[in-house]
């Protein structure tokens, strides 16, 4: 890991830049209440990980540095809108569900993206018991279906018509299990 990447939790003077980001990064817009969730709600800012970049290492802590990459998260208890996603299992653990993953691409390579992944799992199981990880990713997303199976994920399903206004229209659904691996630094 570069000693120039900071992460951290996401505050108001954050989201103008982390609205740019999923606008230039992600192919569907987001509203201004999901934005407003991650203030507003403690969980959901828990959940929410920063990646800036500093051209100076030693002024972390004493500067924001620029907004390279984010993953902002939901937990859901069980069941999802997607089949898929949930397991049948009577003992189902929470799920942390990734709404949102995205990193500049001057910025891949560089483990940021998978240490914002590893930290906010590890999070989510020592304060919220997850046993999964889930996310939908675009059909026509090959760079992220690579990074997702790199990262142990299952394709566990497909949804067609998911994303009405782009072409594909599909998701993959992903999944992977969590455990004391995880919790080890694995």
Known sequence: MPPNVHFRTCTTEDIPAFKR???LLLP???PESFYREILEDSLTNNITLLATWLDDPSTIGKEK???VGAIRCRLFAHSLDSPALHSSAPDEKPMLYLSTLVLLSPYRSH???AQM???LIVRAI???GIGSVGAHVWEANTEGLEWYAKRGFRDVGREEGY??????SGVVVVRREVGVG???GK
């Open 117 to 119: 992944l590893h930290l």
């Open 28 to 30: 569907i817009p987001y």
């Open 65 to 67: 540095g620029r907004l």
């Open 21 to 23: 980001l999923n606008s």
């Open 182 to 184: 995880d919790l080890l």
């Open 111 to 113: 483990g940021i993206a």
């Open 126 to 128: 020592e304060q919220y």
């Open 163 to 168: 994303y009405r206004r782009l072409k594909p």
